[in-house]
């Protein structure tokens, strides 16, 4: 998939009136600030595929229970490779263990002991997800968490998204300041609000996910989609001197 990217400025972005406060005069001019409120945007189309796989496994004994888990670690890490993701982006490194019981009476009946393993990969093969899908469907995963497709230059676009939220923000500033009769003068403070990526989006058929328990064996058609753009948002809050014409 061809990645780009477009930086724009938002044209719409809420501004707090402009307030003068009462200083020491300087020459002149008197000291007062301008607040102003900007958001700078950036689209790109995503490169990269996260995915999220669990396997659980009870049996009576720990070592039973944590030997079945790993056959199917192994079992899930081969179809990963085989559908073309290079072994060093998987993680099969995180688990869990301990006693599970049955709650549903009230009792707790004891049913034996539990291991979790988690799989994570990060892969740019977006376009073979379909094929991770049909050849993890045939295999005992408790669970496949719905996909993140993310970017791999993610700070460098937030960073583009940040720079138009800047540049906006400035001429907003000069904007309210000229028609006040004023002059806008140094950054007082600046403050930025954490990025915002949009939802990804699909076209083409929907595509619908176990996330409370992945039926195993089932057969699941390798879905057929084209993934649109996402927006990279930045909202910043910038406070400048404000300062009365000569």
Same mark, same amino acid.
């Given at each position: 998939?061809?990645?780009?990217?477009?930086?724009?400025?938002?044209?719409?972005?809420? !501004?707090?009136?402009?307030?003068?406060?009462?200083?020491?005069?300087?020459?002149?001019?008197?000291?007062? !600030?301008?607040?102003?409120?900007?958001?700078?945007?950036?689209?790109?189309?995503?490169?990269?595929?996260?995915?999220?796989?669990?396997?659980?496994?009870?049996?009576? $004994?720990?070592?039973?229970?944590?030997?079945?888990?790993?056959?199917?670690?192994?079992?899930?890490?081969?179809?990963?490779?085989?559908?073309?993701?290079?072994?060093?982006? /998987?993680?099969?490194?995180?688990?869990?263990?301990?006693?599970?019981?049955?709650?549903?009476?009230?009792?707790?009946?004891?049913?034996?002991? $539990?291991?979790?393993?988690?799989?994570?990969?990060?892969?740019?093969? !977006?376009?073979?997800?379909?094929?991770?899908?049909?050849?993890? $469907?045939?295999?005992?995963?408790?669970?496949?968490?719905?996909?993140?497709?993310?970017?791999?230059?993610?700070?460098?676009?937030?960073?583009?998204?940040?720079?138009?939220?800047?540049?906006?923000?400035?001429?907003?500033?000069?904007?309210?300041?000229?028609?006040?009769?004023?002059?806008?003068?140094?950054?007082?403070?600046?403050?930025?609000?954490?990025?915002?990526?949009?939802?990804?989006?699909?076209?083409?058929?929907?595509?619908?996910?176990?996330?409370?328990?992945?039926?195993?064996?089932?057969?699941?058609?390798?879905?057929?989609?084209?993934?649109?753009?996402?927006? /990279?948002?930045?909202?910043?809050?910038?406070?400048?001197?404000?300062? $009365?014409?000569?």
């Amino acid at each position: 998939m061809k990645a780009g990217w477009l930086a724009g400025i938002a044209t719409v972005a809420a !501004i707090v009136p402009v307030t003068f406060l009462a200083a020491e005069p300087v020459s002149t001019a008197e000291r007062g !600030i301008i607040q102003v409120r900007a958001t700078g945007t950036v689209t790109a189309a995503p490169d990269t595929l996260e995915l999220r796989l669990v396997v659980r496994q009870t049996a009576e $004994s720990l070592a039973l229970a944590s030997q079945r888990a790993d056959e199917i670690v192994e079992e899930a890490v081969a179809a990963l490779t085989e559908a073309g993701v290079d072994e060093e982006s /998987i993680d099969s490194s995180r688990f869990w263990s301990g006693p599970e019981y049955d709650w549903s009476r009230g009792s707790g009946r004891y049913l034996g002991e $539990s291991v979790e393993r988690v799989i994570e990969l990060e892969t740019r093969l !977006i376009d073979a997800y379909g094929e991770i899908l049909g050849r993890l $469907s045939s295999l005992r995963l408790h669970r496949i968490d719905p996909p993140e497709f993310t970017h791999s230059e993610r700070e460098q676009l937030e960073l583009e998204a940040l720079r138009e939220a800047v540049l906006a923000a400035r001429q907003k500033a000069e904007t309210m300041a000229g028609a006040a009769g004023a002059e806008v003068g140094p950054v007082q403070s600046m403050i930025e609000e954490p990025a915002q990526w949009a939802p990804m989006a699909f076209s083409g058929p929907e595509i619908m996910f176990e996330s409370a328990g992945f039926v195993s064996g089932a057969d699941v058609p390798a879905p057929v989609m084209q993934l649109t753009d996402r927006e /990279i948002r930045v909202d910043i809050q910038v406070v400048y001197e404000l300062l $009365s014409e000569n």
